[in-house]
């Protein structure tokens, strides 16, 4: 499935750059970065299952279900929300040199030079003043209203994928270290007594269903800005696999409770 996706994203290269316009180029850079990373990250899932790693896969499904939602928001939203989501780089690039000049010195690195702050700086203020205050916010390029400062779930919400949430927030024990992370693993049956160290062939269904369904979500956010026959081949296509994939996982996963 991968392969194919991989492949898609080829295909709809040269339907893409014909459909260009000063009214989309925004959204086709956007998306089209967006799906080449969710390939890169469903590979990284793709390793960790395969070495036994079912918490590690799911706190990457995590970063692959927030590209998905961020590719479905602004395809919904056209090229002036793609434009929006470029731009709030100056942001972050801003808040980055701010920690970086923070802490420079106890790391034992150069501070940035005053000319190169003062440009950093200059591009923030222009941003804010362009898009107003909320758009310095962490999903300020989301905002809708002049005053909104949304975040990620209330993004989920918009565009109705705010049931993934149970799953989303599992993920999450495994990228923070709060309590939840070390008492409840994946990859360790119920009931087992043991703290695990290491890989297992345990719990691999949630973040292999998980990866498939949402990637076939950025690949159909994608193919949505252009769509030919092909594409919608190709799209219908991934539908099948991504479920015939999910099936597998969780047919594999009951195989080994009957095991146990």
Known sequence: MLTITREFSELVGAPLQEARTKENRHLIAVLTRLHARACQVAHEILTLLKDGFADGAMARWRTLHEIAVVAMFVRDRGD??????????????YKAMLLYQKHARRLGLKRMPARKMRIVTA????????????????FGWASETPTERPNFSEIEAKITVDHWRPYYKLASHNVHANPKGILFKMGLAPERDLLLTGPSNYGLADPGQNTALTLNQVSAALGSVAP??????????LLTLSREVGDAFVLTQHRLERMR
């Open 80 to 93: 002036a929300m793609a434009e929006r989501y470029l731009l709030h780089d100056r942001v972050e690039s």
């Open 123 to 138: 591009s923030f203020n222009a941003m804010i003043a362009k898009f107003g205050k909320p758009f310095g916010s962490e």
């Open 228 to 237: 030919t026959l092909d594409t919608n081949v190709f799209l219908k296509v």
